[in-house]
T-cell receptor
Framework: RKEVEQDPGPFNVPEGATVAFNCTYSNSASQSFFWYRQDCRKEPKLLMS???SGNEDGRFTAQLNRASQYISLLIRDSKLSDSATYLCVVNGHSGNTPLVFGKGTRLSVIA | DVKVTQSSRYLVKRTGEKVFLECVQD?????MFWYRQDPGLGLRLIYFSYDVKMKEKGDIPEGYSVSREKKERFSLILESASTNQTSMYLC??????????FGPGTRLTVT
């Protein structure tokens, strides 16, 4: 099983739609989880951290399921500007272990 | 705002040339990283450094070396460039183990 797995997409959704991405991770000792966003030909940027209790930032909701080892990102009321690749990121099992990046899920929001 | 700069956005080199990619961060971060990103393969860690003059191999260090003589600067060196090193190279810095601040990337083409 790969360390971090994501559906590569692309997800093509109309404006205003709700879309959800899932990501699975293999290291059950992972403690920290993130979603990064990468626009075309740009660098990745942190979108949000994922907390055990789940967290929300405007139209974005992130959830963690430790038992099943997956995290999710829900985007409500999609905007054209949400079109990007979303990277699932998980830390290693110790404080100094580098982050492990998923390959990303591509989202295209269509007018 | 954290700023991570990379010496070139685009670079074209010939096979066998020695290539230096420079990265500078202005936030006094201890940790710095070099990744390459290729279609279908995602972000892969080449080398990282947790302190001046320290370096650790990442997942794909072969064909690369690094130098960190000053805290703010982390250099990636391709001793003898090969065509399979054509890629997007991303530098990142981090104040701790987690969040990464990426530079804009250098698109290297080796002919």
């Amino acid at each position: 099983r790969k360390e971090v797995e994501q559906d590569p997409g692309p997800f093509n959704v109309p404006e205003g739609a709700t879309v959800a991405f899932n990501c699975t991770y293999s290291n059950s000792a992972s403690q920290s989880f993130f979603w990064y966003r990468q626009d075309c030909r740009k660098e990745p940027k942190l979108l949000m951290s994922v907390y055990s209790s789940g967290n929300e930032d405007g139209r974005f909701t992130a959830q963690l399921n430790r038992a099943s080892q997956y995290i999710s990102l829900l985007i409500r009321d999609s905007k054209l500007s949400d079109s990007a690749t979303y990277l699932c990121v998980v830390n290693g099992h110790s404080g100094n272990t580098p982050l492990v990046f998923g390959k990303g899920t591509r989202l295209s929001v269509i007018a | 705002d954290v700023k991570v700069t990379q010496s070139s956005r685009y670079l074209v080199k010939r096979t066998g040339e020695k290539v230096f990619l420079e990265c500078v961060q202005d936030m006094d971060h201890e940790n710095m990283f070099w990744y390459r990103q290729d279609p279908g393969l995602g972000l892969r860690l080449i080398y990282f450094s947790y302190d001046v003059k320290m370096k650790e191999k990442g997942d794909i260090p072969e064909g690369y070396s690094v130098s960190r003589e000053k805290k703010e600067r982390f250099s990636l060196i391709l001793e003898s460039a090969s065509t399979n090193q054509t890629s997007m190279y991303l530098c990142a810095s981090s104040p701790g183990s987690y969040e990464r601040y990426f530079g804009p990337g250098t698109r290297l083409t080796v002919t």
